[in-house]
């Protein structure tokens, strides 16, 4: 196992990289099931795509600790863990299929938003370490995780709404598992504006958040339109 004591900005960076590194190869295990899982051609698409980026980031990782001469290895990054584990969870629901594909946005998009978070810190760090050519490199991936989370949310706004119709004629069909109002009140939420400005809100805090540790003022000021639009409301 690597030497993991964060000594200076350098450990950091390198700490952070093999972070994104484990998480990334987490992913390639579990977009299959996801993509499988995916009622939606359109959503299956938008998982398939990612699968085939997520390759290309770990060797893009990869690349990045051999121009340190380091190797990528030795951390496990639970966090990922644990959205894989939610994702997995909600693959074993007994779920209306439109109410699925709402609820595999909202895992990936939990995903996206932490990567974002992650590459957004090492573009950061690598920059103000002088590593130009190995920001250059994150910020490819960057932009590949920044238009997926897009996509997603381009995806959800149609698909909510059928997993709103479905909720409202499962709701004749008296009790059904997955017609919490509540939760899918939240987590779905196309309609009812003032409930969805507050997930939005609070979906851009997170974000910029992350962009005053993680970003140049460019990616920023993209992000936080971004982050506008994340959260799924219109
Ligand atoms: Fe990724
Ligand atoms: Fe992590």
Excluded: W
């Amino acid at each position: 196992m690597p030497s993991d004591s964060l000594e200076s900005l350098q450990d950091l960076f390198t700490h952070e990289l093999r972070d994104l590194y484990d998480a990334e190869n987490q992913l390639v295990k579990a977009l299959p099931a996801m993509s499988r899982a995916a009622q939606s051609p359109e959503l299956k698409r938008a998982f398939d795509t990612p699968l085939r980026e997520t390759k290309e980031q770990v060797r893009r990782i990869e690349q990045v600790f051999r121009g340190l001469g380091e190797k990528p290895s030795g951390k496990s990054c639970k966090a990922m863990q644990g959205l894989v584990a939610e994702a997995k969870e909600l693959l074993e629901e007994d779920a209306e299929p439109a109410v699925l594909d709402a609820a595999l946005i909202v895992a990936a998009q939990k995903v996206e938003h932490y990567e974002i978070a992650g590459y957004g810190s090492v573009c950061t760090f690598g920059r103000i370490l002088g590593y130009d050519d190995a920001v250059e490199t994150l910020k490819q991936t960057m932009d590949e995780e920044e238009r997926t989370d897009e996509l997603l949310t381009q995806i959800a706004m149609e698909l909510n709404i059928e997993a709103e119709t479905t909720e409202g004629s499962s709701q004749s069909d008296s009790s059904r598992e997955m017609t919490d109002r509540p939760m899918t009140r939240t987590t779905v939420g196309s309609r009812g504006r003032s409930r969805t400005s507050s997930t939005s809100n609070r979906g851009g805090s997170s974000n910029r958040s992350s962009n005053r540790n993680g970003a140049t003022k460019k990616q920023g000021s993209r992000r936080s339109s971004r982050a506008r639009s994340t959260a799924q409301t219109r």
